[in-house]
């Protein structure tokens, strides 16, 4: 099948050739960005936009809890919708699936307008709700089987088990599993109608870190069995480790949206070689006269920021040529949660 799609960067339009279902890596023949675009199996809904979202709002009384967001998920990508507590995230990715009624704006799932073809689209959309519960006294494959009932179109259980990685799993009680074991669960009961989009409202709050790793890996496969992942998060590590396109939502507001290092690029604060135990202020001065940006981290420790990689070296042979002692180095590349400080 051939996709005909725009670069988000330059704007440049192109057609690329690729198998349904697939993913590869594209580079832009006008401005040379690369990007990974899927191939959907759908073709009827080729090139349309998983989710558009116009000038969505919504009001609690006083209280205006989205206030008139806009942004297009594509299809294939995982999308990190990525906020503090209250931020507005529920209410956003509840009004997209039909519960919740907007207050103002539109949506489009698929290219349909979820007000009036909502029935239409029903069917490609599967849902993990924040703080998903399921029946305590049914075994795994039979909490599966209860809820794919629910549609009229199925996917293979035994599939969802192997690719949740959960087959040692499936004759255990729901009740008890560990927590990690339950959200997987969440996500494989989001997967019984073989949906295109899967909605995953905090997948992994109150997990273990451990936990929280495979229920990354299991998100991770659901975009290379070529699904689009809505997920709402207010885990850093969790966007930067997952996601294709970020947007951070603020007080109801969309604060900033792109990839990971357009975010990083346009609002952090750039990489740093970061000194241990180097502070005194013979070092401090004898760097800066020399030519290097010092930062004292005031514990100790120094920072310098590198605009570029050589600038390691430059500063460690300075370092060595003034015989200035030092515990050990690190770098520090800027993240997430640096975007979102300063943005905040
Ligand atoms: N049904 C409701 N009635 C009134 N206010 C509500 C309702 N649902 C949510 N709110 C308020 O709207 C704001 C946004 O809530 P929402 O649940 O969408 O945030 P969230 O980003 O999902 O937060 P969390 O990370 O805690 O899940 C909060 O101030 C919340 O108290
Ligand atoms: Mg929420």
Known sequence: MQLRLQCPHCGHIESYDGTP????VVSCLSCGQQGQISFPFNHETA?????EVSNLKKQYGTLTAVNGIS???QQGEIFAFLGPNGAGKTTTVEMIESIRKPTQGQVKILGKDINTSFDEIKHRIGILPQEFKSFERLTVRETLEYFSVLYDKSADIDEILKAMDLVDQRKKLYGNLSGGLKQRVGVAISLVNDPDIVFLDEPTTGLDPKA???VWQVIANLRNRGKTVFLTTHYMEEAE???DHIAIIHKGNIIAEGSLDDLISRYGKGNVLRIRNCSTQDAIETLRINGFDVISEGNGDIAIPINYKERVLEILSQLRHDC???DSIDIRRSNLEEVFLTLT
Not at 47 to 51: F, L, S, T, W
């Open 21 to 24: 279902g697939t993913r590869i």
């Open 71 to 73: 942004f297009t998920v």
């Open 212 to 214: 929280r790793r495979e």
């Open 324 to 326: 200035i002692e030092y």
């Open 241 to 243: 480790y997952l996601a």
């Open 47 to 51: 090139g349309v936009p998983a989710i």
